[in-house]
């Protein structure tokens, strides 16, 4: 069954993917990348029509340009460094936990660009202060002539206010 060069290299892929799947097995965990490798390398080893699928669409994938296939395997593996927590969350329905994580990661965010601010802010008041310090910039409080005291001797013809003893 398992007779030419091909079967064989399909036969490793299946048991190299087992070998990878098997701590996480045996900690209780579900490695569904290398489980999924396992499976497909059996059933493309032990039937040919499966493995010209898969060798059909591998080359669709990767054909093309070296760029092209650069760029699916740098998105395949941001793809696998970004899939687990959000997966994890997902699978759990759990929308607190996905917030939580998204008020964690913006307050480290934030911790970390807190330096900057103060920096920047402290500088912004001490070039203010220096600049209201400095002799001609200062402004004058009023611009209105200073408030002359009401005389007692009144308004113009001469007669005292009723109110003027008050303010004297």
Known sequence: MFDDQADRLWLSLALLAALTAAPGLSAGG????????????????????????VLEKTGVAFGGSALRAVAVLA?????????PLELALLMAGDVLAYVEVVVAVSLIAGHARLPLVKTRLR???EAAVRFWRRPGTRRRRSARPPRQPASPAGDEDGEAAPWSAAFA
């Open 75 to 83: 998105g395949a593996l941001l793809m696998i460094q970004l899939m």
């Open 123 to 125: 500088r912004g008041v």
């Open 30 to 53: 579900v490695p569904l990348l290398p489980l999924f490798l396992a499976l497909a390398g059996l059933a493309c080893a032990g039937h040919r029509p499966s493995r010209a699928f």
